[in-house]
Structures are given as C-alpha cells and as structure tokens.
T-cell receptor
Framework: EAQVTQNPRYLITVTGKKLTVTCSQN?????MSWYRQDPGLGLRQIYY???????DKGDVPEGYKVSRKEKRNFPLILESPSPNQTSLYFC?????????????FGSGTRLTVV | DAKTTQPNSMESNEEEPVHLPCNHS???????IHWYRQLPSQGPEYVIH???SNVNNRMASLAIAEDRKSSTLILHRATLRDAAVYYC???????????????FGQGTILTVHP
C-alpha cells in the first residue's frame, strides 16, 4: 500500500532532550515536507525537500532540523525541544511530476514537550 | 503566497450534493487550485486539483471560473464520511522555492446530517 509512515504516533518528552520523528514513504516521491498543526494557526510548513540532499526552510523552521540522505526518508530532528514545540506534526510527500501530484500525508505525530 | 477565502462552515444532508466555494482573486497564471480535506484525527487528504479546466475524479468535481478568481468543489452525494475540514489552496508550479508548496488556510468545516 502506498503510504507515508511516521513514527512515533505519540510522544511525550522533557524540555531539552533531543528527539527524532521519522518519516518514510514508499512511493519514490521526490518531494517531502514537514508541517505542524496548531489550534487557530492551521497547518504551517516547517521544512521541505525537493530531492535527496536538497532541503530548505519553510515558514516556521526555528528549532528544527531535517536531513534527506535517502529518497524515502525525511526525519525531523528537534535538538533541544521546548514546550512551544508541542504540536501535531505531519509529514507529506508527492511526486515531482505526473497527472496526480497531490501530497500524501502521514497519520501524524502528536508531540508533547513538558 | 496568493490567498484563498472560504466560508468557515457549511452544512449538508446526507446523499445531497455539496458545493464548497473558494475565492482566490489574486491567483497568478502559474497557480494550480488544490483541494484537500482533513477528517477528524487524520492527516490531510488530497481531493482534487486543476489549473483552468473543470476536473472530475472519483472523489469530487472541481469547477473553475473562467477568470480563475473562484472555484467550487462539488461532492455529488455527501455521505457522513465526507464530514471534514476542506482546504482550498493555491500551489505554484512556476519553480523556485515556492514550487509545490501548500499554504493552508483555516478551511471550511463541512457538517453532514443523516
């Protein structure tokens, strides 16, 4: 089944403890992106990647890092999480071209930083 | 990014058609009109997209005004499973850093009554 898989689904952590949220897609998509969703603010793009080793900042990149060493994986790294990074995170991927190039989103990771 | 305007909420009855409007008066020639929906506790789901011509797929139809300043997502027979937040998004294919980027607004909350 074509899908974007995020892990973990739920995570509670403490301020300052480094964490990684993994994202993997099995559709050979070039494009991958991370979003966070907060009440009243909607979905905002954190980082995106147009292909392997090509990443760039989205609208709210502060406090986050990403890497794209392989086409299928796009992990989101929080080096020193803070409570304001408590949010619902979504990873998404899409092909660069094609008739149907809508994004496929993962099921989300709910992160709580205490 | 060009902005879209949608009603905050709409209601429909089951098995009736639903027309979800979207205004995008500042749309540029390279902007595609995308629709996504987000069911409760899930990631956004691609519904349909188009550039100038009306589009149909298994989920919905997209009617685009001749001047492209507005569009309508049509669900031909609403079901309870169609209750979701529907997002109308402009996404450029012009290249550069905004290529393929989705900027989500607040969307329209669709309620479907049995």
């Amino acid at each position: 089944e074509a899908q974007v898989t995020q892990n973990p689904r739920y995570l509670i952590t403490v301020t300052g403890k480094k964490l990684t949220v993994t994202c993997s897609q099995n559709m050979n998509h070039e494009y991958m992106s991370w979003y966070r969703q907060d009440p009243g603010l909607g979905l905002r793009q954190i980082y995106y990647s147009m292909n392997v080793e090509v990443t760039d900042k989205g609208d709210v990149p502060e406090g986050y890092k990403v890497s794209r060493k392989e086409k299928r994986n796009f992990p989101l790294i929080l080096e020193s999480p803070s409570p304001n990074q408590t949010s619902l995170y979504f990873c998404a991927s899409r092909p660069r071209t094609g008739l149907n190039y809508g994004y496929t989103f993962g099921s989300g990771t709910r992160l709580t930083v205490v | 990014d060009a902005k879209t305007t949608q009603p905050n909420s709409m209601e429909s009855n089951e098995e009736e058609p639903v027309h979800l409007p979207c205004n995008h008066s500042t749309i540029s020639g390279t902007d595609y009109i995308h629709w996504y929906r987000q069911l409760p506790s899930q990631g956004p789901e691609y519904v349909i997209h188009g550039l100038t011509s009306n589009v149909n797929n298994r989920m919905a139809s997209l009617a685009i005004a001749e001047d492209r300043k507005s569009s309508t997502l049509i669900l031909h027979r609403a079901t309870l499973r169609d209750a979701a937040v529907y997002y109308c998004i402009l996404s450029t294919n012009a290249g550069g850093t905004s290529y393929g980027k989705l900027t989500f607004g607040q969307g329209t909350i669709l309620t479907v009554h049995p």
